[in-house]
């Protein structure tokens, strides 16, 4: 099936043809004829299926079809992201998918200064890509205009609950033209009872699409775990990237101190690394990013937020140096990898603390992860489980993630640091350089 039978017009069939795609998505092929139409979506779509083209082409449509209202630019549609990264990549393939449209966008998000934000709505813009929080900061100066919204996005909705973003869209909502007025359009990776509720509130008849099956994996992604003792993954991170050659590794760290600890170490190693969490500045997490685009960084070591809506073709390698506390983090984590069609390798470095985290990720994929124990890094069975501390009352997910991740208006930088410098204890060994004659895939145990 090619893009041509979908119903797009000639503008946007030239921007696709000149990203190279040749056939549409499974979630392209359902969002974009039902979005056309004018319909209501919920669409269960994992991030790397190509959703983010799947509303952004009918989006562009529609709004180039119905032309605006003579006089001054109204905004027209709105995509609410939970993240800043995930906010510059909408944004940017609105530029490129709308480059031969006369619709003009702007990316809005915390972190950097609000000024050029406001000249560049006040000049006037079609489509708005924002995270909720400075949204609302704009509202309350009335330097944004939400009264005459026509399509409503809400991208990676799972994650925005997760990040404790629901008070804050409800207040967007509350800014928009009546729901029956406009058309709404739901994206998420996971379908929990909060995000049917919220859907329920704010979709009228929706066509739900599901490409990927709920809180499935993609099957293209080959998925790993080793087991290993905490004191000894760093050593065993940095041989694995040695002696196997991988040149781009996304690797998940649970805090945003363990994120910068791991880096140094690796850097130490003799490892190009850099760390990208939510302490950092926004011109940080954006160089760390390029520089790992680029391939002058080899490891890109991220906690959860941070990593979100990261969007770098053909990443071959994801490593999670700790699993997470929400099982459906893993299959966000993972999905970093196998996009659109490419293969993928997803390891797990599972030390005993984090056995059950590891069972209530399977429970969720409804399938076991292959265990392979590699030699020389075999676990001491003698090592106890300790349990791990993830928040100032240790439970995995007792504080809201926003807070968790630095996000948070009312918390210090500095009673963050202390939070995180609590969590994590050290991991013992010297640095190792990875040596050349390292393990090979035949020296692995199954
Ligand atoms: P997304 O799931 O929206 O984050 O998209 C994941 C990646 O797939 C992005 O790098 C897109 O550029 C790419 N992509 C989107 N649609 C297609 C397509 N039809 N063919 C090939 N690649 C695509």
Redesign the pocket.
């Known amino acids: 099936m090619s ?1 041509d039978s979908l119903g797009l017009s000639a503008e946007l069939l030239r921007a ?1 043809g000149e ?7 499974p979630i ?1 092929r359902k969002a974009i004829p039902a979005i056309l139409e004018g319909k209501d979506v919920m669409a269960g ?10 509303f952004t082409l009918p989006l562009l449509q529609r709004l180039n079809t119905n032309a605006a209202k003579k006089g001054r630019r109204p905004i027209r549609a709105l995509v609410l992201t939970p993240t800043r990264e995930l906010a510059a ?1 909408v944004g940017e ?1 609105v530029e490129i998918y709308g480059r031969h449209l006369p619709l003009r966008s702007a990316v809005i998000f915390g972190g950097v200064k609000i000024n050029p934000q406001i000249e560049k709505l006040r000049r006037g813009v079609d489509i708005l890509v924002a995270t909720p929080g400075r949204l609302l900061d704009h509202a309350g100066q009335k330097t944004v205009d939400l009264s005459q919204i026509e399509i409503l996005v809400l991208d990676e909705a799972d994650r925005m609950l997760d990040m404790g973003f629901i008070h804050d869209i409800r207040k967007v909502l509350a800014l928009l033209p009546d729901n029956g007025a406009r058309q709404n359009l739901l994206f998420s990776a996971t379908f929990s009872d909060e995000i049917k509720q919220l859907a329920g509130r704010l979709l009228n008849s929706p066509e739900l699409i599901e490409v990927a099956r709920r809180n499935a994996t993609a099957d293209r992604i080959e998925q790993v775990v080793h087991p290993v003792d905490k004191n000894r993954k760093r050593e065993l991170l940095s041989h694995m990237i040695g002696s196997l050659d991988w040149r781009q590794v996304l690797v998940f760290s649970r805090t945003k101190h363990g994120a910068n600890r791991l880096a140094q170490q690796l850097e130490k190693d003799g490892l190009s690394a850099a760390a990208i969490h939510g302490n950092k500045s926004q011109g940080a997490r954006t160089r760390a990013l390029a520089g790992f685009k680029r391939g002058d960084v080899r490891v890109l070591v991220a906690t959860d937020i941070a990593a979100r809506g990261l ?1 770098i ?1 053909q990443l071959p390698h994801v490593v999670n140096y700790e699993l997470p506390n929400v099982p459906e983090d893993y299959v966000h984590r993972i999905g970093r990898t196998g ?3 490419n293969e993928g390798a997803a390891v797990s470095l599972v030390c005993v603390d984090e056995h059950k985290l590891l069972r209530d990720i399977e429970r969720l994929l409804k399938r076991e992860i292959p265990k392979v124990v590699l030699e020389g890094y075999e676990p001491d069975p003698a090592i106890r489980a300790e349990p791990i501390r993830n928040g100032r009352n240790g439970s995995g997910r007792a504080q809201p993630r926003k807070q968790a991740e630095g996000h948070s208006r009312s918390r210090s930088p500095s009673a963050n640091r202390s939070a995180d410098a609590r969590r994590q204890p050290g991991s013992g060994r010297p640095a190792q350089k990875p040596s050349a004659s390292g393990f090979a895939r035949g020296q692995v145990r199954r």
Do not use: H, I, M, N
């Open positions: 893009f696709v990203q190279g795609y040749r056939e549409p998505t392209q779509a994992q991030t790397g299926t190509g959703k983010t083209a799947g990549q393939s969007d073709d996009r659109a069609g």
